[in-house]
């Protein structure tokens, strides 16, 4: 399976301890956590929404790495949270650690969440018919590997900065 992650290009593709700051998924110590997007589109509206980018100026200064990684196929397990939980904003997040929890106590390794980054529909990405065009919506998802990364293997993908047409799909912390 492939997924998308951007990073700061001074940095690995994946972290390799349990000093992983927090996030939706894992709380402190409880790392590493390896969060991936379906589309590279799901990937750079994370780092939009985190940083608040909103703003096609700022836009053009963020230099990142793109990545594309192929982790093998085991099954992800699909969260039971509500979406408004799954997707919302900081204060969602211990709710979505207890549910991480929950699944990592019973021997669950991967798990699949809508895109909290990403509007519904916004994944759709595009296709080349008669020139190109939007291809149908789709909603986005992060799949999340916990642990060891012997079996992920990455490649770059590019050096550069989210598509500026990203800015409009981003479900931001605040809205927008």
Known sequence: MKVFRQTD??????WESAEQPPGRWHGPGEGPAH?????PDGAWAELLRHEE???LADLATIR????????DDTAAEAVR????????GLDTYPPCQDEARRLRARGITRLQAPSAALKPGAAGGVMVRDGTRPAPARDGLVIVVFGDTASITGWIAAD???PPELLDRVRY????
């Open 9 to 14: 290009a001074r940095f690995p593709m994946l």
């Open 35 to 39: 969060y991936f997007a379906d589309t």
């Open 53 to 55: 980018i909103t703003d």
């Open 64 to 71: 990142r790495r793109m990545w594309v990684a192929e982790i």
């Open 81 to 88: 949270l509500p979406t408004r939980l799954s997707t919302g």
């Open 160 to 162: 550069g900065h989210p």
């Open 173 to 176: 912390f605040g809205g927008r």
